[in-house]
């Protein structure tokens, strides 16, 4: 008589738990293909408590297996996750398509739906993984301005944080909100589960002990498990509350409620205080790319921190643009040799060293506060009072920043940054006949010239120096700075911030205006085709 066939592909596993005073409590999970499935996931689904149980392995078995409650349970692939995917799989081997991106949005949506009308979908898997991944391309392949669908609400990103939110990935609102600081070595406790944001370095999404949060409007990152994970090593010291990381001849000092840091012997300032979260340093996302060079990149939409770890400044590590060692992106300023860059780098460090926000709105920086508060100007322009002055100015200025709803912290840093910018060209004088190109030019040149052309250029490298995404535009006549706020790119002209919208929207524009173009691609992320 021959023995039964043993399934080596499905197998039982039973465990028991004795006390001295109670009854053995026995449990038991079933393996298939390699995943185990406990008893309370398989009571759930033979209850009905999970609709679809999506594996992403298509050797899984397809037909019913016997559960212990006499029930069956249909194991199979989720045609919304596997079409995900392959939509996914597309874009990355061919590129973008209309078909492609209709498939995306119809399978978001459907997921969507789904998660509205049966929780326990959400225990799909594969599900949370294909999230990730579309998150992923979205990003490196140009974001929401080449997603977007016609019709209200049919944003992929859109529909990206409302599937997120069901998941549990994201809540409504992301903002941290710490208890203030009464003693020295006191520190702040943040929750994970309420503040999360998503980090992505090189292509993979971490997942750090204490997570990434936002504080007061800033993205606060941990800055041992980041430093580590890009090659720094770092050593804490309690007594002066002071952190060191080192990487290769970069030596990177920054101390507890604090906002400037020393890098090589140089004060930076941040643009938040580094603070403690749970026992972990907390630094600016921001100041990754301040004290490494990593490429650094903010999606607004989704709350998500990409780390590009290609992008730091050490040696062999830099860009090689035009004979030229480039810190940020592939941007130049226009420098003719290492010399001209080397020396505006060194100049804009010295300024921004002196970042004070302190400066915002000029002489109308209480009326400039009001406006980010609420407070506008009545309207009637006969009213010449300072605080109706005021308040019509910051409007004019900030008004696409606030209806667009970027923070009231974010607005103050961009707004002091151009402020930065201004600065350095004054005293800088306009020759009237094209010849000045580059932000050398405009501030070590002698005599120091410019127009609009080194104009980008110094803004450009200011903003690149903080961690902004940056480009220049082009027409017969004119150069025009581009600063990414949001997922947004804005012009920014006597102090005036204009939305000039996504990258699909400028690359449109371009499409249809000949005459028009990129003098420099963006800092990060793809270039803008036309």
Request: proline share 4%; hydrophobic share 35%; glycine share 8%.
């Amino acid at each position: 008589m021959s023995k039964p066939k043993r399934n080596v592909d499905a197998q039982l596993h039973m465990s028991a738990t004795y006390t001295r005073h109670s009854k053995p409590k026995r449990t038991f999970s079933l393996v298939i293909k390699g995943i185990m499935l406990s008893s309370v996931m398989l009571s759930n689904i033979a209850m009905g408590g999970v609709s679809a149980f999506a594996a992403t392995s298509p050797d899984l078995p397809t037909h019913p297996i016997s559960a212990p409650t006499s029930q069956q349970i249909q194991v199979q692939e989720d045609a919304l996750v596997k079409n995900l995917r392959l939509a996914i799989k597309a874009i990355e081997e061919i590129g973008w398509s209309q078909k492609t991106l209709q498939v995306i949005a119809e399978n978001l949506h459907a997921i969507d739906d789904k998660l509205t009308n049966d929780i326990g979908y959400k225990f799909t898997l594969g599900l949370k993984d294909a999230v990730v991944e579309t998150k992923l391309v979205m990003s490196k392949y140009g974001g929401d301005g080449l997603t977007e669908l016609r019709g209200k609400g049919n944003s992929i990103n859109e529909t990206l944080q409302s599937i997120e939110m069901k998941l549990g990935t994201l809540t409504p609102s992301n903002i941290a909100s710490p208890p203030p600081v009464d003693k020295k070595a006191k520190v702040r406790i943040a929750s994970a589960a309420e503040n999360e944001v998503s980090v992505v370095i090189d292509g993979q999404v971490q997942a750090f002990p204490q997570p990434a949060v936002t504080i007061n409007g800033s993205t606060m990152v941990p800055m041992r498990a980041i430093f580590e994970k890009l090659g720094a090593e770092i050593k804490w010291n309690g007594e002066t509350r002071t952190v060191t990381a080192t990487k290769g001849n970069t030596v990177i000092i920054l101390t507890l409620d604090r906002d400037i840091a020393i890098i090589n012997g140089n004060p930076v300032k941040l643009t938040a205080k580094a603070q403690s979260i749970n026992g972990n340093t907390m630094v600016p996302l921001r100041f990754v790319s301040e004290a490494l060079g990593a490429a650094v990149k903010w999606d607004g939409v989704t709350r998500t921190a990409y780390i590009d770890s290609a992008g730091t400044s050490d040696a062999g590590q830099t860009q090689l643009v035009d004979g030229i060692k480039v810190k940020y992106g592939k941007h130049t300023y226009g420098s003719r040799d290492q010399s001209e860059y080397d020396t505006v780098v060194r100049i804009a460090e010295k300024a921004l060293a002196g970042y004070d926000e302190s400066k915002f709105g000029g002489s109308d920086h209480e009326y400039y506060l009001e406006y980010l508060d609420g407070a506008r100007w009545s309207g009637n322009k006969k009213d010449r009072s300072a605080r109706n002055i005021g308040l019509y100015y910051a409007e004019a200025q900030l008004g696409d920043l606030v209806k667009d709803g970027v923070s009231k912290e974010e607005i103050i840093k961009v707004r002091t940054l151009a402020s930065i910018a201004y600065d350095l060209l004054d005293g800088a004088t306009d020759p009237r006949d094209g010849s000045p190109r580059s932000a050398y030019d405009a501030l070590a040149a002698s005599p120091r010239i410019t127009d609009c052309d080194s104009d980008a250029q110094v803004f450009s490298l200011v903003f690149d120096m903080m961690g902004y995404n940056t480009m220049i535009g082009s027409s017969p006549n004119h150069a025009q700075m581009y600063v990414e706020i949001d997922g947004r790119w804005y012009s920014i002209i006597s102090g005036v911030f204009t939305n000039a919208g996504t990258s699909a929207d400028i690359s449109n524009f371009l499409k249809d205006h000949p005459d028009r173009g990129i003098h420099t691609q963006p800092t990060y992320g793809p270039p803008i085709l036309y």
